[in-house]
């Protein structure tokens, strides 16, 4: 199974991009990448997600490279409200099963 | 529709008490997931419902941990004979289809005495 890596935390300006990495390099070709992120005492809130191509939304970009062994969430005008642990996760949901694999985050301070 | 709610928020417990928890997905998703989440760690899947259908359990789910979703709509997670490492929290998410966005609720906080 696909496993990620991030760093254990980051700081951010507010104000300023906060870009996440994430390492995946183990990743399947029908795995995608998913991004959540989770604030103290609240369920994780779904951000992104992507396959192949850059995506973007309304709370933020998912650029994956092409050999989609790395990606990099941007939070493009950093708020102290982003403050939280985001999680990059590889999951598949075919006819050959579920899997997702959460591992520990990346824990981003956004200072003032 | 408020989202996805979990019930209780909190549950104290002794050991070897059966206890069971309640999720009510949004009401037009159609996958409901049960996660269990320890301190300072992500959530680790346990298992999810397509409707009523149970498809996939991790190893993680115990013979002592079942669920249910009867008739597709709320379900429920049952531990029977707690234990102290069963201490965790437990969130349930629901998301229209298979690779849609998931919707998580705020979980149910176990602790096992």
């Known amino acids: 199974d696909a496993k990620t890596t991030q760093p254990p935390s980051m700081d951010c300006a507010e104000g300023r991009a906060a870009n996440l990495p994430c390492n995946h390099s183990t990743i399947s070709g029908n795995e995608y990448v998913y991004w959540y992120r989770q604030i103290h005492s609240q369920g994780p809130q779904y951000i992104i997600h992507?396959?192949?191509n850059n995506e973007t939304n309304e709370m933020a970009s998912l650029i994956i490279t092409e050999d989609r062994k790395s990606s990099t969430l941007i939070l493009p005008h950093a708020t102290l409200r982003d403050t939280a642990v985001y999680y990059c996760?590889?999951?598949?949901?075919?006819?050959?099963?579920?899997?997702?694999?959460f591992g520990a985050g990346t824990r981003l301070f956004v200072k003032a | 529709d408020t989202g996805v709610s979990q019930n209780p928020r909190h549950k104290i417990t002794k050991r070897g008490q059966n206890v069971t928890f309640r999720c009510d997905p949004i009401s037009e998703h159609n996958r409901l997931y049960w996660y269990r989440q320890t301190l300072g760690q992500g959530p680790e899947f346990l298992t999810y419902f397509q409707n009523e259908a149970q498809l996939e359990k991790s190893r993680l789910l115990s013979d002592r941990f079942s669920a249910e979703r009867p008739k597709g709509s709320f379900s429920t997670l049952e531990i029977q004979r707690t234990e102290q490492g069963d201490s965790a929290m437990y969130l349930c998410a629901s998301s229209l289809d298979s690779r849609g966005a998931d919707t998580f609720g705020s979980g149910t906080r176990l602790t096992v005495v």
């Open positions: 996760i590889v999951r598949v949901d075919n006819t050959g099963g579920f899997k997702t694999i």
């Open positions: 992507g396959l192949k």
